[in-house]
């Protein structure tokens, strides 16, 4: 299961506000991706309006070599993220909290970038993260954060078949996750082997092989525990050498 929480990427192991994974009888995993409705009062106008969120979901669609990994049936990532129909105020189930801080600066941006796009009608799941992308930036958010949303729009991209985008949102999570690896204090140093990877993997999907390969290349500076980490070393030779487009 692919769950998201902070805006942290890791493989095998995402976690995600709001979203939790019910398990069925004798331990199996829930087949369905199962969604609840929930009301949300929006902190930038005050606009209260209904929802989806995850309850559960699955696996079964195997993971792409750039860890998005597939749900059989209902994909759960555009349900992740929560829009405000009247500013377009976007981000997870926890941005629209009491405890949410917004500036008046930000209220100036979502007014004028953001509700023009909800005014025209509903938003795919690719422009409700791009929202929150720019809504994180304009909170001054990590790198990190920002490229996590990024990647999951070029994600629901896949989806949609709107390649010219995918590529545009890989190319911006690409830039988005260099800038935090160059932060050096913005990525643990046990992830930083994963999210090398994982930009090479960002730049081969968008076509530009030799900065792929380049990164891909570093994979074995980064790595801080070969014995646990052996797989990301592997998975850095598969792609540069002989790329495959599923994991397992």
């Known amino acids: 299961m692919v769950i998201v929480t902070s805006g942290t990427i890791l493989p095998f192991a995402f976690s995600r506000d709001g979203a939790q994974e019910v398990s069925g ?18 902190p930038v106008c005050e606009n209260r309006f209904r929802s989806q969120t995850v309850i559960s ?9 750039d ?19 009247r500013c377009g105020y976007s981000g997870s189930e926890r941005d629209f909290t009491e405890e949410v801080d917004v500036s008046p600066g930000l209220k100036e941006h979502v007014w004028n970038e953001l509700a023009p796009a909800v005014a025209s009608g509903n938003l ?49 999570a690409a830039w988005k996750f260099e800038e935090s690896l160059d932060s050096f204090d913005g ?20 076509g530009d092989a030799k900065v792929a390969r ?11 525990d070969s014995q646990t980490q052996q797989w990301v070393i592997d998975a850095a030779k598969q792609q540069r050498d002989c790329p495959r487009e599923w994991f397992g």
């Open 25 to 42: 009888e004798e331990g199996k995993a829930d087949p369905m991706t199962t969604l609840q409705a929930i009301e949300l009062r929006c």
């Open 124 to 172: 795919t799941g690719s422009e409700k993260y791009e929202a929150a992308a720019k809504v994180a930036e304009w909170q001054s958010l990590e790198p990190r954060h920002v490229a996590d949303l990024l990647l999951r729009a070029a994600w629901c991209c896949v989806d949609e078949g709107d390649i010219e985008a995918e590529r545009f949102f890989r190319r911006k």
């Open 57 to 65: 979901t699955n696996s079964f669609g195997g993971k792409r070599t």
């Open 187 to 206: 990525v643990a140093r046990d992830e930083r082997a994963v999210l090398t990877y994982l930009v090479g993997e960002l730049w081969r999907r968008v």
């Open 67 to 85: 860890f998005h990994e597939r749900a059989a049936g209902t994909q759960p990532l555009p349900y992740l993220i929560h829009t405000c129909n």
């Open 214 to 224: 380049d990164w891909f290349d570093k994979v074995p500076n980064e790595i801080v």
